[in-house]
C-alpha cells in the first residue's frame, strides 16, 4: 500500500523476519508471540478489513537509536552481531539471564525500533489515525545498558522522533513492569507526560515506579506512577485507570498519544503476579481510541503467548472498528494444535480473594490516588478531591 494513501481506520506494522531473532529456549519473552498476533487477527479477518494496512518496518538508522543510547554501547551491540563477544560485556547489562547475546542482537533490535519508528511516521504522516507496532514497548533498556530483556528501547526512540516533529506527547504504559527506562529519558521535560500503572516494585522488577516518582526541573509533575499490589483485579485496577488517565490527558492535552500495551498485567502471566482480565484490557485499550488523539500503540511484556496474542488481538481489532467473536477462529485453533498450544483459557478466575488481600489491594490502590490527587492534580488545574470508591466486589470474568 502505498504510504500517499490514508488509510481510514489502523496499521499494524509486522514483518516475518521478527522471528529471525530468538532470545534462546529457555527464555521466557517468546518472539512467536508477535506471528501468533499476526495469525489470529488475519483468521479473525481483521487484517482483510476495509481501512486496514499491514506496513513492513525497517530496520532503524543509526542517527535514530543515539538520540537516547551512548555510542560505547551501541559498538558492543555490534561486536556481538559481529560475533565477539567484549570481556566487559556485563558492564552493559550483557551476559546470561534476562539479557543473553545472540547473533543478531543488534539487527534484531534495530528493526524492532524501525517497527515503532514506522508506527510513528503513519500517524505523523496522517496515514492512518492509530498504528500498531507488536514488537515494539522495549521500555526498560537504558541509554548505555540492556534491562529487563530491552536492549534498544524504542518507544524512547520513537518519541524522540515526534518531539522534532514540534509535538508534545503522552506515554501511558499498562505493563505489569514499570517503565522506567521510558520515565528515565523524559524525567525533566514537561513535553512529554509519562504515566505507568504496575505492580509495585516491592514485588516486581525493576523495583521503581513508586508515586512518589514525580519528574524533577521542568519535568516536575509530569511523570505520574500508580503501583498495584500483586493480585489486583479488573475492579480496583480500573477504578485507579479511571481516577488518573482521564483527568490528567484531558489537562495535559497531548498532540500524540503514545501507549505501551503490555499483557503480562492479564491472569495467569508466569512472571508478574496482576490478576487482570481482557475486559479490562478491553476497557482501556477502547478509552484509548475514544479520545480521538493520533495514537502509537506498541507492544511490551506478555510470557503467556496465547495470552498476548488475545489480547494484542483484540487492541488491534479496537483500533481498526472490529467486533470479534468470543470463539477463537477453527483456522487459528489449527495452529495452536501444530504449535502444540492450548487453546482453552480459563473463562473465570475460580481463585477467590481472601478478604484481607482484598482490603490490602483496594487500600494501596488508594493511597497512590490520594498520593497523585494531592500533589500532581492541583498543578494541573484539577480538583484534588477523590471520589469514594465502591468496591462491591471483584470483577472475575475473563
Not at 532503524?60 to 556481538?80: M, S
Not at 487453546?343 to 489491594?361: C, F, M, V
Request: net charge negative.
Amino acid at each position: 500500500m502505498s504510504e500517499s494513501t490514508r488509510t481510514e481506520k489502523a496499521a499494524l506494522v509486522y514483518s516475518e523476519d521478527f522471528q529471525k531473532y530468538n532470545y534462546g529456549p529457555q527464555h521466557p519473552l517468546k518472539m512467536e508471540r508477535l506471528k501468533l498476533t499476526y495469525e489470529l487477527l488475519k483468521a479473525y479477518g481483521v487484517l482483510d478489513s476495509p481501512g486496514v494496512a499491514v506496513f513492513e518496518p525497517e530496520s532503524a538508522p543509526y542517527e535514530e537509536i543515539v538520540t537516547f543510547h551512548t555510542n560505547e554501547y551501541i559498538d558492543v551491540l555490534k561486536l556481538i552481531d559481529e560475533g565477539i563477544c567484549p570481556d566487559n560485556a556485563g558492564q552493559y547489562g550483557l551476559g546470561w539471564g534476562d539479557n543473553p547475546v545472540f547473533s543478531g542482537i543488534y539487527a534484531g533490535s534495530l528493526l524492532t525500533v524501525g517497527s515503532t519508528l514506522k508506527a510513528v511516521d503513519i500517524v505523523l504522516k496522517n496515514i492512518a489515525p492509530a498504528a500498531f507496532s507488536i514488537a515494539g514497548g522495549l521500555h526498560h533498556a537504558m541509554p548505555g545498558r540492556a534491562s529487563g530483556f530491552c536492549y534498544l528501547n524504542d518507544p524512547v526512540i520513537g518519541i524522540n522522533r515526534i518531539l522534532r516533529a514540534g509535538k508534545t506527547v503522552a506515554y501511558i504504559d499498562i505493563d505489569a513492569h514499570h517503565g522506567d527506562g521510558v520515565q528515565f529519558a523524559f524525567y525533566n521535560t514537561s513535553k512529554v507526560l509519562t504515566i505507568s500503572l504496575h505492580e509495585t516494585g516491592f514485588f516486581l522488577f525493576p523495583g521503581t515506579g513508586d508515586v512518589t516518582e514525580i519528574g524533577k526541573g521542568k519535568g516536575r509533575w509530569f511523570s505520574v506512577n500508580l503501583p498495584f499490589y500483586p493480585e489486583t483485579r479488573d475492579e480496583v485496577y480500573l477504578w485507579g485507570f479511571k481516577e488518573i488517565v482521564p483527568p490528567i490527558l484531558d489537562a495535559f492535552k497531548p498532540d500524540i498519544l503514545v501507549t505501551q500495551l503490555g499483557a503480562d498485567s492479564l491472569y495467569n502471566d508466569p512472571l508478574t503476579h496482576l490478576e487482570l482480565t481482557n475486559l479490562a484490557f478491553k476497557e482501556m485499550v477502547s478509552f484509548f481510541k475514544n479520545l480521538k488523539i493520533p495514537w502509537v500503540a506498541l507492544g511490551g511484556g506478555g510470557y503467556n503467548i496465547l495470552n498476548v496474542a488475545r489480547a494484542w488481538g483484540l487492541a488491534f481489532s479496537i483500533m481498526a472498528g472490529v467486533e470479534l467473536d468470543k470463539e477463537l477462529p477453527e483456522a487459528f485453533k489449527e495452529i495452536l494444535a501444530r504449535e502444540g498450544i492450548n487453546a482453552e483459557l480459563p473463562g473465570i478466575i475460580d481463585r477467590p480473594l481472601e478478604q484481607k488481600d482484598q482490603k490490602k489491594q483496594r487500600q494501596f490502590a488508594q493511597k497512590g490516588v490520594e498520593y497523585i490527587k494531592k500533589e500532581v492534580f492541583p498543578i494541573l488545574g484539577l480538583s484534588s478531591d477523590s471520589s469514594d470508591p465502591d468496591f462491591s466486589g471483584q470483577e472475575v470474568t475473563a
